[in-house]
């Protein structure tokens, strides 16, 4: 039999419902076309592999109900990590490291699902490989709930988080109307400078309910003087208003409108603390009503109860594409999806440079945001609203989801 190598993957950033699901597209790949002789996993992503802590996937998910369980899985099955990879000027020893294991261990290829950072990570390691003459493949899979990735249509995990947005709000309604008393509520969803979540939540309207009222994105600026005068407005009409902000809306002169500290985390983002919060006390101040905030927080990241089935889909598919192309000798490519028309809905996928990705971010066209910075279009629904059809029939055990075994992460 032909050598063929290994590959080893890797997870990282932030989970998602559907990151499993493309892991599990990788393996099914693999297993299915016979690409490589075995599948190493890193726990904890690229630190974890610096640490020496890896699985032999080619072990654990040898059955399409293995693959399946995996698929349905929400979160990290191989865990992850924050670590910024630094440049090869500043530390070669660690290059050195991970090219040793790869050599070691007759690694052909390797993938990495995760967002932006992680991409950094893709562009970084191909480099090197490119410049010292190392025959790995690096292949870059998209991941993130904020599906702020460049090039790619969307991300896999953003259909899933943004169908929990939508079921949320539209549940929010639900629980205020019931009220004969004046209120407002303000709903704050993560989205640091790309507001796609944010905007997610005009899918829960329907034909009973507005809610939201009104929305309001980071890619324009945020005036909390029009804000007051935009609720009132709202108020005028009707007894209940439901506002859907952004956690990274800023003022005219580009400040978070909720950064009240100077921390940041390992990749230089400021740390935010509250735009609801920061709102509700403004409009208590201002109006004789019932004002409340309510923090969506981390909850849609792993939401698989409510995961949208045309997402899991993709990510499988993408995730089967990076096995081939890893497979071909293909480096220094992200795998994208590129949408082919709304009704009916169709994508195919495709893979660009890394080097055009990495470090940039996507965010909400202008033209899809109304003139007064409070609300979105029709245009915007359209693109919206298949990437949240389907539901998914999950498998239970004693009343809760089953899901795989990640004992290997906490024990």
Not at 58 to 78: E, I, K, N, V, W
Not at 281 to 303: T, W, Y
Not at 306 to 313: E, G, N, P, V
Not at 321 to 349: D, F, H, V, W
């Amino acid at each position: 039999m032909k050598h063929k190598g290994n590959c080893i993957i890797g997870q990282s950033g932030g989970p998602t419902v559907a990151i499993n699901a493309s892991l599990s597209g990788v393996l099914q790949g693999i297993l299915e076309n016979d690409l490589y002789n075995k599948v190493y996993g890193m726990v904890n992503g690229i630190e974890g592999l610096l640490q020496g802590k890896v699985l032999d996937l080619s072990d654990l998910f040898q059955t399409q109900d293995a693959l399946d369980q995996l698929t349905h899985t929400p979160a990290m099955y191989l865990g992850s990590c924050r670590f910024k990879l630094p440049n090869c000027e500043e530390s070669g020893t660690i290059y050195e490291d991970l090219f040793n294991f790869f050599e070691a261990h007759d690694i052909r290829t390797f993938f990495y699902i995760g967002g932006n950072d992680s991409m950094d990570t893709v562009l970084k390691l191909s480099n090197y490989a490119k410049a010292n003459g190392k025959a790995v493949n690096v292949i870059g899979i998209p991941k993130t709930i904020d599906n702020d990735l460049p090039l790619t249509d969307h991300t896999p995990g953003f259909g899933s988080a943004a169908k929990y947005v939508a079921t949320s709000l539209l549940e929010i309604a639900h629980d205020t109307y019931i009220y004969d008393i004046p209120s407002v509520t303000i709903v704050e969803i993560m989205g640091r400078n790309a507001g796609w979540l944010t905007a997610a939540s005009i899918l829960a309207r329907t034909s009973y309910s507005p809610a939201p009222d009104l929305i309001y994105l980071p890619e324009v600026s945020f005036s909390v003087e029009r804000f007051i005068e935009d609720v009132k407005a709202i108020k005028a009409q009707r007894k209940n208003v439901i506002i859907a902000v952004s956690e990274g809306i800023k003022d005219e002169e580009g400040r978070y409108i909720s950064a009240s500290s100077g921390a940041v985390d390992a990749f230089g983002h400021k740390q935010l603390c509250g735009a609801g919060k920061t709102l509700e006390n403004v409009l208590k101040a201002e109006l004789g009503c019932k004002v409340r905030s309510i923090e969506l927080n981390v909850l849609q990241r792993s939401a698989s109860h409510i995961a949208s089935k045309t997402d899991l889909d993709e990510a499988v598919r993408i995730g089967k594409a990076a096995a081939t192309l890893g497979a071909q000798g293909e480096t220094a490519k992200m795998l994208c999806y590129k949408r082919i028309s709304n009704a009916p809905y169709q994508i195919e996928t495709f893979a660009y440079d890394i080097a055009a990705i990495a470090n940039q971010e996507k965010t909400i066209p202008l033209s899809w945001i109304n003139e007064r910075g409070n609300d979105l279009t029709d245009e915007a629904i359209d693109y919206l609203r298949p990437l949240i059809q389907g539901e998914v029939l999950l498998s239970y055990a004693n009343g809760i989801p089953s899901y795989c075994d990640i004992s290997h992460l906490h024990g």
